[in-house]
């Protein structure tokens, strides 16, 4: 850790109950189901709030009750954006032309609080969501080279993290959940979300900042919750179809520098990908690679294909 990151932990850790975003927040949304921060936007402090919705949701959906605040804007989009993935390239599109803003934070709107470590070590468990952001933002913007930063994984994520997160301040992990963007960065050419539809946004944003090297800033010592009761029906791996089509994307995008792993936990994404800068081929991509092009095969054959092929090698090694 650097002099200036210490300086920066040490500030945060003395006043991260008084901290709170000052940049744009920004949150595509969908259906305004239960347990979203769409119903608490007085939790995320005072900053600017740009909310994106359906054209078709805004009033279905009751957005129209939240929409009562001079800090609060609604974006009604077309549904042709009907997308979590193009959702998000739409965002930076938006945000190009506004030459006012340069840095904003993308959360997810089922985003609710989380834990933070501070530089002794100390956990602080359920924080209120501004004061992490608002860690955050402040560690954020004291680097003048940004791209993207976010938090080294979220709440789905906790069981697999054991290391101490202080000593792994800026590596170059992917991010989910909470984006925080440099408006600069975009506006200039800087590597975008792809306008894509069924794939994995986030992975791919990992894949083509590694790719193109570009680095980005992780602050692995604050880790976020999401409201776990919400209805998955609106989650982009809605049902197995979806969760075969996102991952078998994916491999598609990243080719034989996909990392494939088979997951027991899910039924959804039994077969999950990560990407590894400089990783060789892997030692199965000629069987995996037919597959991927057999267009008389389904999502869920193809995936269901190469966990066969995986767990062969996983086996043989």
């Known amino acids: 850790m650097t002099n200036k990151e210490l300086e920066i932990m040490n500030y945060?850790?003395?006043?991260?109950?008084?901290?709170?975003?000052?940049?744009?927040?920004?949150?595509?949304?969908?259906?305004?189901?239960?347990?979203?921060?769409?119903?608490?936007?007085?939790?995320?402090?005072?900053s600017e709030i740009y909310i994106f919705v359906y054209e078709d949701d805004y009033t279905k959906s009751d957005y129209n009750d939240y929409d009562n605040k001079p800090n609060v804007h609604f974006i009604k989009i077309n549904s042709e954006w009907r997308s979590i993935q193009r959702k998000r390239y739409f965002i930076q599109e938006y945000f190009k032309n506004k030459s006012d803003i340069h840095d904003y934070i993308m959360i997810d709107d089922d985003i609710l609080d989380g834990k933070m470590w501070t530089i002794d070590g100390q956990r602080l468990i359920h924080q209120p969501i501004k004061n992490l952001l608002g860690a955050m933002c402040y560690a954020y913007l004291q680097h003048d080279n940004r791209t993207y930063a976010g938090p080294e994984c979220c709440e789905i994520a906790w069981g697999h993290w054991n290391s101490t997160p202080i000593k792994k301040y800026t590596t170059n992990h992917s991010f989910f959940q909470v984006f925080f963007i440099s408006n600069d960065y975009i506006r200039n050419g800087g590597i975008r979300f792809r306008d894509l539809e069924s794939f994995g946004e986030d992975c791919i944003l990992h894949f083509d900042l590694e790719e193109n090297n570009q680095s980005r800033i992780c602050f692995p010592w604050i880790k976020f919750s999401f409201y776990k009761d919400s209805d998955k029906k609106y989650s982009?791996?809605?049902?197995?179809?979806?969760?075969?089509?996102?991952?078998?994307?994916?491999i598609r995008i990243m080719g034989d520098k996909a990392i494939l792993k088979r997951s027991s936990k899910s039924?959804?994404?039994?077969?999950?990908?990560?990407?590894?800068?400089g990783k060789t081929i892997n030692p199965y991509w000629n069987e995996v690679e037919p597959i991927l092009n057999d267009d008389?095969?389904?999502?869920?054959?193809?995936?269901?294909?190469?966990?066969?092929?995986?767990?062969?090698?996983?086996?043989?090694?």
């Open 236 to 250: 982009i791996a809605s049902n197995e179809l979806e969760g075969a089509k996102v991952v078998i994307n994916t």
């Open 267 to 277: 039924k959804k994404f039994p077969l999950f990908t990560r990407y590894k800068k």
């Open 12 to 46: 945060i850790k003395d006043n991260y109950s008084n901290l709170e975003p000052t940049i744009p927040i920004v949150i595509p949304s969908y259906k305004n189901r239960e347990g979203t921060i769409i119903r608490h936007l007085e939790d995320l402090g005072n």
């Open 296 to 317: 008389s095969k389904s999502y869920i054959e193809m995936r269901n294909e190469i966990l066969k092929i995986v767990d062969k090698y996983n086996k043989d090694k």
